[in-house]
């Protein structure tokens, strides 16, 4: 059996990081105590403390939906709402999720770029009345569905506008990692130390096998709610040490700097040499580990036929191309050479 090539539709598709698979083996020697009173689960709070601040209490769960919906629903009544992009996951990906588990309503703002600005913000807001649902919480994706980054200044303008005007700040960091590494900066820097009141920190993408984790900044937004939340909305794991213990590893030594940077950097590699091929157009700055591009349909039905990518808007067609912590220089020459075949003029 032919290996399979590797795929450029998303990081989600990557294997399991070496260290990470280790730290899972190591996990499982002998019996532990479940729902997280073992040492595992101790060490990550630990060292998500030490990445984020000492106020930091974290919630781990199975997975990036689970994630946000239990963040959000620690924090939101059902007669509140939430304003997200129109792009965000939130809106688009999950079904749904967490207007059903949380009866709060997801408000969608159409953006070009896939960020929020206080401008975007303003005209959704209203006072107290009845027949509307309330805005009480904004989220946002660092590095954003398209690619795109906040810069630092930007999240604390946003943060303090919000907090201003009383909502709280919810980040959806499925791809945190790879945000702060290309920014140069730390986690912290590009979450709380910017305003954000709670994250979701994003490990399946970078190296987990799967695992997520909920970080609440702001004890008073959730204390009361978030451990039930989680129970609730069934992510909280008995055998949380095999969960835990995967964070251990990523945080140890910046490992979630390794692999993020390492993916961003392949997206430049490929970034570099798509520019040479006739017939592909980026659309959007690769900030980070994605690459939007236009190109004649017919050559995307062609390299579908080599490698699995997504179609991220059928009218014009533009595809994103993703690199991850495994991707290898080989992959994306291999790659690049496909493309070229396929838009090649007959």
Known sequence: MQPPRRSFASDNNAPVAPEILQAIVAANAGDAPAYGGDPWTEAAVALFREQFGAQTDVYFTF????????ALSSILRPWQAVLTPASAHLQTDECGALERFSGSKVIPIATSDGKLRPSDIEPHLRGADVHFVQPRAISISQATEYGGLYEIEELEELCR????RGLIVHLDGARLANAAAALGTDLRATSCGAGVDVLSFGGTKNGLMLGEALCFFNRELHVRAAPFVQKQAMQLASKMRYIAAQFVALLTKDRWRAYASHANAMTRLLHERLRAVEG???TRPARCNAIFATLARAAIEALQ???SFYIFDEALPEVRWMTHWATTEQDVESFVESVAKATAPL
């Open 63 to 70: 997975n990036g939906t689970g994630a946000n919906v239990a």
């Open 280 to 282: 592909v157009r980026i």
């Open 161 to 164: 506008f919000a907090h201003e």
């Open 305 to 307: 036929r080599e490698y």
